[in-house]
T-cell receptor, first 115, second 115 residues
């Protein structure tokens, strides 16, 4: 059963703590993405990765870090430097191989709450 | 980076056809137009994508005029389950080219289907 999984679904953390959100895909996609969504807002791009061991900053990368050591995995770390981390985080992937292949497949999301 | 403008919200009765228009006056030659659907607390789901003229699939049609400065998503005979936020995206997703991500989610159009 192919798709994208994110864990955990809900996450609580104390201020000043780093936390890592998991994202795994078994679609054999080259490209993976992390978005943040605040209530009533659209999605904003945090980081994206086109291939293993390579990633680029999106529009709101400050306070976040990522790694892409395996094709299937693209974990996101929310660091203590992120001033307002409470949000809904979405991971996505796409084939990223040819012009016009824009379909992104999204995971179920992780809702992070900072206490 | 092409910016899109959509109505913030729309209401429709069950069984009616719904047309959601998106303006993208600064669309570039290489840009494609993509629409996503998002239910609360879920990741967006790809609906349809096009470059010009008309595209139709099993769930929707996408109409793009010759100047490509706007596009219209058409949902035939909506049901209550079509109540969601619909995002229009314009961008060049050729990740093998310039290498810069050119895809932004706006706030979308909240469609409410009324019984």
């Amino acid at each position: 059963d192919g798709g994208i999984t994110q864990s955990p679904k809900y996450l609580f953390r104390k201020e000043g703590q780093n936390v890592t959100l998991s994202c795994e895909q078994n679609l054999n996609h080259d490209a993976m993405y992390w978005y943040r969504q605040d209530p009533g807002q659209g999605l904003r791009l945090i980081y994206y990765s086109q291939i293993v061991n390579d990633f680029q900053k999106g529009d709101i990368a400050e306070g976040y870090s990522v790694s892409r050591e395996k094709k299937e995995s693209f974990p996101l770390t929310v660091t203590s430097a992120q001033k307002n981390p409470t949000a809904f985080y979405l991971c996505a992937s796409s084939s990223g191989s040819s012009r016009g292949s824009f379909e992104q497949f999204f995971g179920p999301g992780t809702r992070l709450t900072v206490l | 980076l092409a910016k899109t403008t959509q109505p913030i919200s729309m209401d429709s009765y069950e069984g009616q056809e719904v047309n959601i228009t998106c303006s993208h006056n600064n669309i570039a030659t290489n840009d494609y137009i993509t629409w996503y659907q998002q239910f609360p607390s879920q990741g967006p789901r790809f609906i349809i994508q096009g470059y010009k003229t008309k595209v139709t699939n099993e769930v929707a049609s996408l109409f793009i005029p010759a100047d490509r400065k706007s596009s219209t998503l058409s949902l035939p005979r909506v049901s209550l389950s079509d109540t969601a936020v619909y995002y229009c995206l314009v961008g060049d997703m050729d990740l093998s080219g310039a290498g810069s991500y050119q895809l932004t989610f706006g706030k979308g159009t909240k469609l409410s289907v009324i019984p």
